[in-house]
């Protein structure tokens, strides 16, 4: 189990990049030595889960791993639960919504429906975005145990992505206070200059936090006097959703 635990945390190296990764890159990555490593990407290369470069003899995610990522959205029950629902206030607000949840210290996109109104920023659906400069990663600590947060500044710390981010600890968890009495989080330039991102809860049974559902859309169209009503489509959204997820509540926004 020792062998398939360190091969698992070498491609686990490949999830939160998108550049090539070489021996090198993910032994330092993984504290693994270098003859393990090359044994297993070798393996990963054979199987088609992972590709190498020929010139840089660099490696990348292959065509299976697409085609097990493809099926877990499609099966996974959030994004059934929640396309219908996306398609439907992406149809009457006209802005792009997403549906992002975290999975042990990584915060990603799960599902987007585009609008008319679509903004190609730099975080797009498969990829893990910082989970203190985007409403979605907000939203998802904010609403989760108090140690959540300390336990991710340990792992990823505080970065700060643009002028605007959020850097220290003290007024992070004070603003993730505001966020979760709220009942959403708002975003203007936090993550990618001219990008606005408004998010909200989505629970499951026993009022667990599992989703949050978002807007995103350009900081030039954005009007903050609007905010409270998107906020108010979000939430009825995720209420719904909510609901098919095993929710007996929502509380925030009116039914």
Do not use: N
């Not at 491609?11 to 550049?19: L, V």
């Amino acid at each position: 189990m020792k062998s398939l635990t360190s091969a698992l945390a070498i491609y686990g190296a490949f999830s939160t990049t998108r550049q090539p990764l070489g021996i090198t890159d993910i032994c330092e990555r993984t504290g693994l030595a270098k003859s393990q490593v090359s044994k297993v990407l070798a393996t990963f290369r054979e199987q088609g889960f992972l590709d190498q470069d020929p010139v840089t003899r660099k490696y990348r995610v292959g065509p299976m791993s697409f085609l097990v990522g493809v099926a877990y959205a499609h099966t996974h029950v959030l994004t059934r639960q929640a396309l219908p629902i996306m398609r439907e206030l992406v149809d009457r607000c006209g802005h792009s919504a997403v549906l992002s949840v975290r999975e042990g210290d990584t915060v990603f996109h799960l599902l987007a429906v585009e609008g008319p109104f679509f903004v190609d920023s730099r975080w797009r659906v498969g990829m893990s975005v910082p989970f203190h400069a985007t409403a979605a990663g907000k939203i998802l600590t904010a609403f989760d145990g108090p140690e959540v947060l300390d336990r991710l500044i340990a792992a990823h710390g505080l970065p700060q992505i643009t002028p605007k981010t959020i850097t220290d600890p003290a007024g992070l968890a004070d603003h993730l206070a505001e966020v979760r009495a709220a009942g959403a989080a708002v975003t203007a330039g936090e993550s990618a200059p001219g990008l606005v991102a408004i998010a909200v809860p989505v629970f499951g049974e026993h009022e667990h936090i599992r989703a949050a559902l978002s807007f995103i859309m350009p900081l030039q169209g954005y009007e903050p006097d609007a905010a409270e009503a998107h906020v108010a489509d979000l939430q009825a959204a995720a209420r719904s959703l909510s609901f098919r997820l095993g929710a007996e509540t929502y509380p925030f926004g009116t039914a």
